[in-house]
Every structure is written in structure tokens, then in C-alpha cells.
């Protein structure tokens, strides 16, 4: 599968919810969409699965527009915080309808994953709990084995035992059914981990996509003697920094060379990594409290 975005932009009415967004994914991975509240993910992953049109450029799956298009429709499947409150029908018959619209759908995986969650067929799922509902959310997800399958902060209310089944689920899927896998969350510590490759998008604007390894090795935290370190990092990028008495710690963001890395060790410095939570924080963040912005953009 192929998913093409070229100059995508969304607006309603005067709020661009996606500012000329342009990025390629292709293959059996699994996708990380990262961004903080509002950003735009649930946009973008709307038009993806053709629950709404963007208001100019393209997107294209496999080469065709996916809006309104049966063929492209049928091989995506979008899963997101829904809300049952008017829906009497129980996980029983939820599962059959789910079953009709989709091709590759699985009834005996679906009826194991009811099973590994826990959840009572014969319970109308309006009366089922919000992490309950989600695991249904989840179940169908992964059941359906559709090529692109999009999860949107599907884990809402799961409780720690019940993500945990989720995301080996996840995983062995990806081994037995291989197929491209789009999660958006905010638990990124937990959910780095699954990740093949990473889209940030902040404020409607692509930040970045990058592999999932060569963007966690973009990151170092360096430390040490406070005057080595600011010598150190002087022409790096530097996207946050703590200091205490004469000991300074400075993240940097861009790739650090064998012989630099080296350099820093010789220097007495110590070089860490940085977690994919922390490049996600400091990367989307505001002016701080000097008024001062990341120096990376
Ligand atoms: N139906 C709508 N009408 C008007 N504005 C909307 C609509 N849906 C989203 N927005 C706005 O568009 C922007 C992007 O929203 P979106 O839901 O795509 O963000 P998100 O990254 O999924 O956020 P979150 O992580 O909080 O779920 C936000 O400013 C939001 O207020």
C-alpha cells in the first residue's frame, strides 16, 4: 500500500487544520502519528479514510483518491474514541454488522480478541465501560485485517493489562498478517516500541517522518562540565537544557558523528540517549518562560 500526501490543506472555515502537508508512506509498517492536542491527526487520518475531503492538494492511495472510492474504502479501516451512548445493539450483533462491510475480516480472531479482553457478547455496548468499548474498538481493528488500518487513540480508558494485550496483539499481527498500521497517540513512551517509522505534525505543519531508529539517534543528551558542554554543543541544534551548579545537561537534535561522539567522551562528557517522549516534547514546544524558542526551527 501506498499513501501519497501533496500539499494537503484542511480548513474549517478560517482554521487550517493541515497547512500543506506533504509526506509518502509505503509497505507493511507500522506508522506512529505523534502531535499534541489539536495538531491534526485525527484530520488527517480522516481524509485518509475518506471520512472527509480535504479543501485543496491531493492525497492518494495506491495512486487513487480515496474519496468516495469503494475499491480504496474496503481496504481501510478506521477505528477511533466513538461514542456508543445510543447504541443499543449488543458486541454480538456489533460484530456481525462490523463482519458484512469487510473483507477480510476474521470471526475467530475476532471472537478470541472478545475473549482476551474480556468483553460480554450479549452486553448492549452502550452499557459496557469506556476502556471496554475501546477494547471492541480495538478488536475490530485488528480483526479486520484490512491493509491500511487506522487506529486513532483507540486505547482511550484501557486499562494497563488490557493496552498490554493490545499492543502484543498488534504485533503479532504484523507478523502473521503483515499490512501498513497508522497508530496516533499520546502514550508514546509506552507505544515507541511498535513503531517502524514516525510522523510529527504540530500545529496543521508536518514537523518531521523519519525512521523510527534514525530519528531516536538524531537525539543525545550531552553532560557534563557546564563551559565543555557549551563549547561542545555551540553549533549543534539544542532543543533543551537544565543546569545544575557548574554541571550542564543539553539535548541536541541532529546527527552526531562517530569521531564528535568521541570528541565528547574524550572531553569528559557524557552522551545519552534521548527518548522518542522527550525529542516529542521539546520538539512541539512553545516559547518558554524567557519567551525563547527552540533553536531548530
Ligand atoms: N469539525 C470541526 N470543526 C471545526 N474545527 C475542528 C473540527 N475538528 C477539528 N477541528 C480543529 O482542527 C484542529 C485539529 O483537530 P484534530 O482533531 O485533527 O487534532 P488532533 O491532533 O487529533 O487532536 P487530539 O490529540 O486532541 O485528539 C483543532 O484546532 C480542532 O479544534
Do not use: W
Not at 89 to 101: D, G, V
Not at 111 to 133: A, H, N, T, W
Not at 176 to 181: T, V
Not at 209 to 220: I, Q, R, Y
Amino acid at each position: 500500500m501506498n499513501v501519497s500526501c501533496s500539499e494537503l490543506l484542511l480548513k474549517y472555515g478560517n482554521h487550517i487544520a493541515l497547512d500543506h502537508i506533504n509526506f509518502e508512506i509505503q509497505g507493511e509498517k507500522i506508522y506512529g502519528l505523534l502531535g499534541r492536542n489539536g495538531a491534526g491527526k485525527t484530520s488527517l487520518l480522516s481524509i485518509m479514510a475518506s471520512f472527509r475531503k480535504q479543501t485543496a492538494g491531493s492525497i492518494t492511495i495506491n495512486g487513487e483518491d480515496p474519496f468516495e472510492n469503494s475499491n480504496i474504502m474496503e481496504q481501510i479501516v478506521f477505528m477511533y474514541s466513538k461514542n456508543y451512548s445510543e447504541e443499543s445493539e449488543t458486541i454480538q450483533n456489533m460484530l456481525k454488522s462490523a463482519q458484512r462491510y469487510r473483507p477480510n475480516f476474521d470471526k475467530d480472531y475476532a471472537e478470541y480478541l472478545i475473549g482476551r479482553f474480556q468483553l460480554d457478547v450479549k452486553k448492549p455496548i452502550k452499557k459496557l465501560s469506556k476502556g471496554m468499548q475501546s477494547a471492541f474498538n480495538v478488536t475490530i481493528g485488528l480483526a479486520s485485517r484490512a491493509p491500511i488500518t487506522i487506529l486513532d487513540e483507540v486505547y482511550l480508558g484501557m486499562d494497563a493489562p488490557s493496552r498490554d494485550i493490545f499492543y502484543k496483539e498488534l504485533l503479532q499481527e504484523q507478523e502473521r498478517h503483515p499490512r501498513m498500521f497508522i497508530l496516533s497517540t499520546h502514550l508514546v513512551s509506552e507505544m515507541e516500541y511498535l513503531f517502524d517509522e514516525v510522523i510529527l505534525i504540530n500545529k496543521g505543519k508536518l514537523l518531521l517522518h523519519e525512521d523510527f531508529d534514525t530519528l531516536v539517534s538524531k537525539g543525545a543528551t550531552i553532560t557534563g562540565d557546564k563551559e565543555i558542554v557549551d563549547d561542545f554543543v555551540r553549533s549543534k541544534k539544542c532543543i533543551n537544557e537544565q543546569q545544575l551548579g557548574g554541571t550542564k545537561s543539553v539535548m541536541i537534535f541532529g546527527e552526531l558523528t562517530e569521531v564528535e561522539r568521541n570528541d565528547a567522551i574524550d572531553r569528559g562528557l557524557e552522551v545519552t540517549p534521548v527518548p522518542l517522549q522527550d525529542l516529542f516534547i521539546h520538539l512541539t514546544k512553545e516559547e518558554d518562560a524567557n519567551g525563547t524558542k527552540s533553536r531548530l526551527f
